[in-house]
């Protein structure tokens, strides 16, 4: 089955610009989706299809996919930023949906 | 304004089994995929499984082949999972999410907790 690696962690200062990491074999053949889940709260698509946003979410977010790593980044991080955050893709293998193991942020 | 509000969660026994409820309004629910995630506590998310808007189509994973069902009545615009045979394992928040390639709305999730 497919898999999707996430680091556990990131950290960065307010102000500064968090990039966080979703492997998988040939993800950038895939559409990558991200969703931003704060504690106690559903998940909010933040990213869609690579680099698309919902409406609502701030210019601030932004993605990236090529060759086996897709990119989640966070320009001028605010602490309203802390959370965790997940990689998904639809692997047409075996018909799942496939989620990334998440990513804490940690906005020091 | 989109509103999926999840129901049905609740303590039961290894071996019991739950229906889950999801009540969907402000779309057109049956023009839509629709998906149920869980998250164990303390964990990460897991899809569990999804629909297509008929009915005809439904995949699940591996975990819960056999003992899970999905199903809807979009006369009520209404999204189920009938849970069997459960285990500790299936202890967590469920969240039912509008499947459009991506889910892009989701429940506030219903806690199930299998446990004696």
């Known amino acids: 089955s497919y898999v999707l690696t996430q680091p556990p962690s990131v950290s960065v200062a307010p102000g500064q610009t968090a990039r966080i990491t979703c492997g998988g074999n040939n993800i950038g053949s895939k559409s990558v989706h991200w969703y931003q889940q704060k504690p106690g709260q559903a998940p909010v698509l933040v990213v869609y299809?690579?680099?698309d946003r919902p409406s609502g979410i701030p210019e601030r977010f932004s993605g990236s996919n090529s060759g086996n790593t897709a990119t989640l980044t966070i320009s001028r991080v605010e602490t309203g930023d802390e959370a965790d955050y997940y990689c998904q893709v639809w692997d047409s293998s075996s018909d799942h949906w496939v989620f990334g193991g998440g990513t804490k942020l940690t906005v020091l | 304004e989109v509103q999926l509000v999840e129901s049905g969660g609740g303590l039961v026994q290894p071996g019991g089994s739950l229906r889950l409820s999801c009540a969907a309004s402000?779309?057109?629910?049956?023009?839509?995929?629709m998906s149920w995630v869980r998250q164990a506590p303390g964990k990460g998310l897991e899809w569990v499984a999804n629909i297509k808007q008929d009915g005809s189509e439904k995949y699940y994973v591996d975990s819960v082949k056999g003992r899970f069902t999905i199903s809807r009545d979009n006369a009520k615009n209404s999204l189920y999972l009938q849970m069997n045979s459960l285990r500790a394992e299936d202890t967590a928040e469920y969240y039912c999410?509008?499947?459009?390639?991506?889910?892009?709305?989701w429940g506030q999730g219903t806690l199930v907790t299998v446990s004696s």
């Open positions: 299809d690579d680099s």
């Open positions: 402000g779309f057109t629910f049956s023009s839509y995929w």
């Open positions: 999410g509008r499947d459009t390639g991506k889910l892009d709305y």
